[in-house]
């Protein structure tokens, strides 16, 4: 059983008009308490925000919308998560277009963070991710250079 807040819905603060503002962000986040604590730094942030539970829930929004930047636990139950990213390279090499990834782990190391730079994410952060680096990845999308920003070292081994 999957667990979902607001599959295909966006959820995000509005401005006064009522309309959403910031970027679009797809959580891919299996654990529930993960989620909900990004999603409420994003709202904050005045952002868009869809969460899915696994993979292929991610899949399928990525599908049914466009994102600014997507948030992905490298631990996904049902569908690994290399392969994941590998498909939304592949979609994105078809359609166009490039969505900035950030693998997040609770375990970091600099050899898993060079692993999921190799295997196709823009970014790596450990679990949970702290609005300093929320700031800095969006900073980079505003930039439109996130090789500078985030390929810093971990703490970690």
Not at 28 to 45: C, F, G, K, V, Y
Not at 68 to 79: A, G
Not at 98 to 121: F, K, S, W, Y
Request: net charge negative; glycine share 8%.
């Amino acid at each position: 059983m999957s667990w979902s807040v607001g599959s295909s819905a966006l959820w995000g603060a509005s401005n006064d008009s009522g309309q959403k503002t910031g970027r679009r962000i797809l959580i891919a986040e299996n654990n529930p308490a993960d989620s909900i604590l990004l999603l409420r730094t994003l709202e904050t942030l005045n952002h868009q925000v869809v969460i899915a539970s696994n993979s292929r829930q991610m899949l399928a929004e990525f599908g049914a919308l466009s994102f600014d930047l997507i948030f992905m636990d490298m631990e996904s139950p049902e569908m690994d998560a290399f392969a994941t990213i590998q498909a939304i390279r592949d979609r994105e090499r078809t359609e166009g277009g490039h969505v900035p990834i950030i693998a997040m782990t609770e375990h970091p190391t600099n050899a898993d963070r060079e692993l999921c730079l190799a295997q196709g994410t823009d970014g790596y952060s450990p679990k949970p991710v702290s609005l300093e680096e929320i700031e800095l990845f969006l900073q980079a999308i505003a930039n439109s250079d996130p090789a500078q920003l985030w390929r810093r070292p971990t703490s970690g081994g």
